[in-house]
């Protein structure tokens, strides 16, 4: 992100408030960052990835009740098809999938996280932030907290086998600064209700590669609960346009 910003010549100045604001964004990115991770010990990547993806659902149960929104009929129909979906994907059978009930509530927990993310962003006044700049200190800030609680988790595990320094090098790259710059580019192109049904591909992509590359199963609850939990959001985003846009727009 870095690179990006000084190849696309953006201002790298932040203020007192803006530096505090990005804070308290970052201690939120690092929770749902890691209650999403975590969860990946106790269920399928491809189901957990969906139930984190009810964060739009997250969203709106928290603007109706903090914030004294309205509920609307689809809304609700919404919220009722991802509670739907999650009663599907915590549905564990044995022998079929590795879902376990603790992990269902740790990926909703980061769904939820993630919600309140999104909340926070209009509320902490970052908004006149470019996109780019934004990611780029949360991230910034997000690292510093890290090495700060890493002494409480036995400190700073340093490796030098080849294949681990990779993968963690394409997860810097690939997954976290590409995907978020082509975000942006997105927005700029086709615009944030497109792209935001586009990112239902999120648990989809998530799930096909479980299933063929690392030989997770696919059960009839576990895709019921898939096309549920990514119905609900789609509902949510074609109904919801322009707040989409204000909340997209800052990731």
Do not use: W
């Amino acid at each position: 992100m870095l690179v990006i910003m000084a190849f696309t010549h953006q201002n790298f100045k932040i203020t007192v408030r803006e530096a505090v604001s990005v804070f308290v964004l970052a201690l939120f990115n690092n929770l749902g960052a890691y209650t999403l991770i975590y969860g990946y010990q106790f269920m399928d990547t491809g189901a957990a990835t969906t139930l984190q993806f009810s964060y739009p659902v997250f969203t709106c149960i928290i603007m109706v009740v903090c914030f004294n929104e309205k509920l609307t009929s689809r809304t609700a129909i919404a919220i009722l098809l991802a509670v739907l979906g999650v009663a599907c994907l915590s549905g564990y059978t044995p022998g079929e999938g590795s879902t376990t009930l603790l992990g269902v509530g740790i990926e909703l927990l980061a769904g939820f996280v993630y919600a309140v993310y999104l909340v926070l962003v209009p509320i902490l006044k970052v908004r006149s932030m470019n996109s780019s700049k934004l990611t780029f200190f949360v991230f910034l800030f997000s690292t510093f907290q890290l090495l700060a609680v890493s002494p409480l988790a036995g400190g700073i595990e340093i490796t030098t086998e080849p294949s681990l320094l990779v993968s963690l090098l394409l997860l810097g790259i690939i997954p976290t600064a590409v995907s978020n710059y082509t975000l942006i580019l997105g927005l700029k192109k086709i615009g944030s209700t497109t792209t935001a049904i586009l990112g239902a591909l999120e648990p989809l992509t998530a799930m096909i590669i479980g299933i063929f590359v690392f030989g997770e199963k696919m059960t009839t609850l576990i895709a019921l609960g898939f096309v549920a939990i990514v119905t609900s959001v789609i509902i949510l985003i074609l109904h919801r346009p322009n707040k989409n846009k204000r909340h997209v727009k800052r990731l």
